[in-house]
């Protein structure tokens, strides 16, 4: 009869049914938020980035289609010119 006892106590709990460690999951939760972290950190940078070179070659294509405009004028008076008084006309227009 001891020597049954003696057996069952020295039996091997599986690892199935043993309890996970309260601080191993801590730590992996902690680094799996520290990766989010890090993730999202990177993307706004990567944003920061894609937006400034969309501002800048909206600019250069800004100052290209003013250059053409100034080119293509035909009367000698700069197209701009012609363009602001257009806009004057409508506004005086509209007011009527």
């Known amino acids: 009869m001891e020597s049954l006892k003696n057996d069952d106590s020295k039996k091997i709990i599986p690892h199935s049914t043993k309890k996970p460690n309260p601080l191993t999951k801590a730590r992996k939760d902690y ?4 990766k989010n972290e890090d993730e999202i950190k990177k993307n706004k940078e990567e944003e920061k980035i894609r937006n400034q070179q969309l501002k800048q070659e909206k600019e250069r294509r800004r100052d290209q289609s003013r250059k053409k405009l100034l080119q293509r ?24």
């Open 31 to 34: 680094q799996e938020k520290k």
């Open 73 to 96: 004028n035909k009367r000698g008076q700069p197209v701009l010119k012609n363009h602001i008084n257009h806009l004057l006309h409508k506004i005086k227009s509209e007011m009527n």
